[in-house]
Nanobody, 126 residues
Framework: QVQLVESGGGLVQAGGSLRLSCAAS????????MGWFRQAPGKEREFVAG????????YYADSVKGRFTISRDNAKNTVYLQMNSLKSEDTAVYYC???????????????????WGQGTQVTVSS
């Protein structure tokens, strides 16, 4: 069982930056691929970024590529999402999620994740 707790959300002006953190409980954190997803009001939850257990490979949605960076510190059981050049359309609740590294399918698929955090609100004012 893995418990995930996100932090770092808040209100920021367009063009600003935020760094989200997701702390995981439990052992063997490096055995989990991690993903960040977001859900804006009235919209479906969508993939933002993913990272493999080793941290070597990362994946991004086209809408955030070049602006967001996902990383992880396995010694601290934490995954991060650095968000730069924020836009009003980035406003959403951001969730982190974990999945077994034995799953080899796309990181974009929400159904592949076994554990989810409660989410943290990010609001970008224009």
């Amino acid at each position: 069982q893995v418990q995930l707790v996100e932090s770092g959300g808040g209100l920021v002006q367009a063009g600003g930056s935020l760094r989200l953190s997701c702390a995981a409980s439990g052992r063997f954190f490096s055995r989990y691929g991690m993903g960040w997803f977001r859900q804006a009001p009235g919209k479906e939850r969508e993939f933002v970024a993913g990272i493999t257990g080793s941290g070597v490979t990362t994946y991004y949605a086209d809408s955030v590529k070049g602006r967001f960076t996902i990383s992880r510190d396995n010694a601290k059981n934490t995954v991060y999402l650095q968000m730069n050049s924020l836009k009003s359309e980035d406003t959403a609740v951001y969730y982190c999620a974990a999945r077994s590294i034995t799953y080899t399918g796309t990181y974009y698929y929400q159904g592949s994740y076994d554990y989810w955090g409660q989410g943290t609100q990010v609001t970008v004012s224009s």
